[in-house]
């Protein structure tokens, strides 16, 4: 762990502090990492891992949502702990070397050492990620007009990673092996860490990011100072998680798949439980403004949630689905067409925040619960469109590949109406004193969508001994699916419509 420190370097780019150059190359790795062996883990999981089940698209269903929900739950102990003891720099270097071992030791052919790997990417995702993201705010000035622009550049960064790493890791597991795919995300992190190591050589972030001056990082605890400690729980967590992703299941006696308890799902209806009492609690003690804008974050993550639930298909069903039952006319593989997503917000970020702007000169703009309400009005007609591609369905079974193309451009508009949005809404609707703990919140609305993304892939699953399984009966499954997803979508878009006055007036003066 580094605790190199030199003067600030005043050098703009841009008009933007250098250090955000470094920070949006880091998570770009960072991204390009995770990503690139997101494209690769379901497909891997069916046709590797769990091949021999028949039960194996419900298992990899049931992993998938484990590992998404821990991912971005561990997000809120990572921050914490940068917050108390070991700073943002640290926090960053120990989640990067984390995910980098995770991922390398995925190209081990072996499922003890899948699960393993999986875990290491949990930690080190936790350390890594909040802190990056709040890294950049603090590089500028309170108030400073540059930091959302800033936020959007970062934002690029993380899709630019998404977009180009399915591409590279999909076509290396598919012409060299799948390990060679885990393996160039390994590459790719330990490249996102390089950048950030070579920021701080050369001073870019002044003083920013070090550990809190309480010291706590070098205060012992049992003889072991804290900085250290952290370090050796982090690796000692691994196993421990991957015990818990391993809860999917029961083997019975003839090596059928039997239901256990998924300590995963049971873990996060506790947490669930928790949050709102803790919330209930905080409303309580709250002034009447405070509580009706607490109330308004509440609904706006629990919307997020349904969103996400349904987005966060894409590295899950939908591409089984792209897999078994697209055309894909051999321009890319089901595993590349992970990139459509960040391909279409990398085209549509710009265009869309000019809007706003635009909009908002003309006092139009309109307010947050309408732009949630229309995400979620994307998302279901994406849905929709995916769910009336059956018609086009040759005779193998397979839908032409312009349906997908068109599906994730209206999902990534629907991202664009609510992520950055929801985002920066939530540092306004939060009273400063529990704002950390409402970003948690917020950050827990994708660990909570995981667990949806998991009863989908459940209900969605595909029994089969046969590796090749593909056509009619499949697609049936699937567009019936996507059908009833897109009902609860639109569904939910038309309710937040109706309801954003009455959202519209708990929010005061916030837009
Ligand atoms: N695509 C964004 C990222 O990777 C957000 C993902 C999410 O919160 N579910 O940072």
């Known amino acids: 762990m580094s605790e190199i420190t030199k003067p600030t370097d005043k050098k703009e780019i ?83 070397i984390l995910m980098a071992v995770g991922h390398f030791v995925l190209a081990i052919e072996n499922n003890i050492a899948f699960f393993l790997a999986l875990s290491f990417i949990i930690v080190g995702n936790g350390f890594f990620k909040p802190n990056i993201s709040t890294f950049v705010g603090t590089l500028y000035k309170e108030g400073d007009p540059k930091k959302d622009s800033g936020f959007t550049i970062f934002y690029m960064g993380i899709n630019i990673g998404g977009w180009v790493a399915p591409l590279l890791c999909g076509f290396l597991a598919a012409k060299y092996g799948w390990h060679y795919g885990f393996g160039l995300a390994g590459i790719g992190m330990l490249t996102g860490l390089i950048f950030f190591w070579s920021g701080i050589r050369r001073g870019v972030f002044g003083d920013k990011g070090l550990p809190p001056e309480n010291g706590n990082i070098n205060k012992s605890v049992a003889g072991i100072k804290q900085g250290t400690l952290v370090s050796i729980l982090a690796v000692l967590a691994a196993p421990v998680i991957a015990y818990l992703l391993a809860s999917y299941k029961s083997l019975g006696a003839d090596g059928s798949m039997l239901e256990g308890t998924n300590i995963v799902n049971l873990l996060f209806y506790i947490i669930g439980i928790a949050v709102l009492g803790y919330m209930a609690y905080i409303m309580i003690s709250a002034t009447v403004d405070e509580r009706k804008k607490l109330f308004a974050a509440i609904l706006f993550t629990f919307f997020m949630t349904i969103f996400w639930g349904f987005h966060e298909l894409s590295g899950s069903v939908i591409t089984l689905f792209a897999a078994r039952n697209v055309d894909l006319e051999g321009i890319m593989s089901a595993a590349q067409t992970n990139s459509l997503n960040s391909m279409w917000i990398i085209i549509l970020a710009i265009p869309i925040s000019m809007i706003w702007t635009w909009l908002t000169k003309k006092k139009m703009n309109p307010r947050t619960p309408y732009k949630f309400g229309l995400g979620l009005l994307f998302a279901g007609i994406s849905f929709y469109i995916l769910a009336i591609s059956e018609s086009s369905a040759n005779e193998n079974g397979l839908v032409p590949f312009a349906y997908l193309l068109l599906m994730y451009f209206l999902i990534s508009v629907g991202e664009l109406f609510m992520s950055p949005v929801g985002l920066s809404k939530m540092t306004d609707l939060a009273p400063k004193r529990i704002i950390a703990f409402i970003m948690g919140v917020w950050f827990l609305s994708s660990a909570f969508a995981f667990q949806v993304v998991g009863f989908i892939g459940k209900q969605l699953a595909i029994e089969s001994t046969d590796a090749n399984i593909g056509g009619f009966d499949t697609l049936g499954v699937y567009t019936d699916g996507f059908l009833l997803i897109a009902k609860y979508s639109l569904g939910a878009g038309v309710v937040v419509l109706l309801a954003s006055p009455l959202i519209k007036r708990l929010m005061g003066n916030v837009h």
């Open 14 to 96: 841009f008009g933007h502090p250098q250090g955000l150059f470094y920070l949006f190359f880091a998570e770009l790795w960072e991204r390009f990492s995770f990503y690139g062996m997101r494209a690769l883990l379901t497909l891997y999981m069916v046709n590797v891992i769990f091949e021999k089940l028949v039960e194996r698209d419900y298992a990899t269903a049931a992993v998938y949502a484990s590992y998404g929900s821990l991912v971005y739950a561990s997000t809120v102990v990572g921050g914490r702990i940068s917050d108390s003891i070991l700073g943002m720099r640290n926090s960053i270097f120990l989640g990067g």
